[in-house]
């Protein structure tokens, strides 16, 4: 594993810095990162996805472990390090590019990636802070079945979060209806370099889908019923049914509620009501 100076003179020697915009922070806590990547229990011949794999640190760890690994990088610099550093390394499958070709999908090459293989992979990665959100719905809706990753405790929070909570929005419905969510341990700024300003936390979820097939349209229902989260249920569904009170109140819900309000059974069973 490669300590902050051995990572620290792998990009001087490339002419490179961490890019704030990519998102990048590096795991230096070697003893965390062997914990990470037991969060996500890998196996020989398991296929794990690595999105933001760096210099590869985590990468490496989980080559040796006998898995083969499928990493997502998109700073072309750090991409050419890697196709040098795992050259002959058969497991190691490099895709350079943004993880999201936009915020509702996923790259085009990964997702063929996840969908030819015959068992559902795993993600294990610390992932860059600007776009776990949305990357977490969508590796989720492609079916990864495990994942272990760190990212910003802020978005931990929300993947946990109550109904009635500030931090309570489509990504805490999303999250807890299709896997069990776990936060395993709050991680110290001091464990990456450049040394972020917020404390990240190590997740861990696993598949448990209660959504099926109309997954992405629940999720698209939930993002335009949280995109007003001052409007009540009543005035949210106006637009899409003549009746929103009676229909509410046949549901024992509140029309003056707000979508925040609502735990995820009542929002599944509210989206089951309207598209019956």
């Not at 003179?9 to 704030?20: D, E, F, I, S, Y």
């Not at 509702?104 to 860059?128: D, G, T, V």
């Amino acid at each position: 594993m490669q300590t902050k100076q051995q990572i620290q003179a792998l990009l001087a020697q490339a002419g490179l810095l961490p890019r704030h915009r990519f998102g990048q922070n590096f795991m230096i806590d070697q003893n965390l990162l062997r914990i990470v990547a037991d969060a996500g229990k890998p196996s020989p011949g398991d296929v794990i996805l690595e999105i933001g794999p760096g210099t590869g640190t985590l990468t490496e760890e989980l080559l040796s472990r006998g898995a083969q690994v499928i990493a997502v990088e998109i700073d072309r610099d750090l991409a050419a390090m890697l196709r040098e550093r795992f050259k002959d390394e058969a497991r190691f499958t490099l895709i350079e590019g943004d993880a999201l070709d936009s915020k509702h999908a996923l790259n085009r090459e990964l997702l063929a990636a996840i969908k030819s293989k015959e068992h559902p992979p795993k993600l294990i990665a610390n992932l860059p802070y600007n776009i776990a959100s949305p990357l977490i719905i969508e590796l989720l809706l492609a079916g990864v079945e495990i994942f272990a990753f760190t990212v910003q405790k802020e978005v931990a929070d929300r993947l946990r979060a109550a109904p009635g909570t500030d931090a309570y929005g489509a990504l805490s419905v999303m999250v807890q209806l299709l896997a069990k969510m776990e936060v395993l341990r709050t991680l110290p700024p001091t464990a990456f370099w450049p040394v972020p300003t917020i404390h990240s936390a190590l997740v861990r979820l696993t598949r448990n889908d209660r959504l099926g097939p109309r997954a992405r349209k629940f999720s698209s229902f939930l993002q335009k019923l949280f995109s007003s989260r001052r409007k009540t249920l009543r005035r949210s569904l106006s637009d899409t049914h003549d009746n929103p009170p009676e229909l509410l109140n046949q549901l024992h819900l509140d029309p003056n509620a707000r979508a925040e309000n609502l735990s995820p059974d009542q929002l599944l069973l509210l989206f089951d009501s309207l598209n019956g």
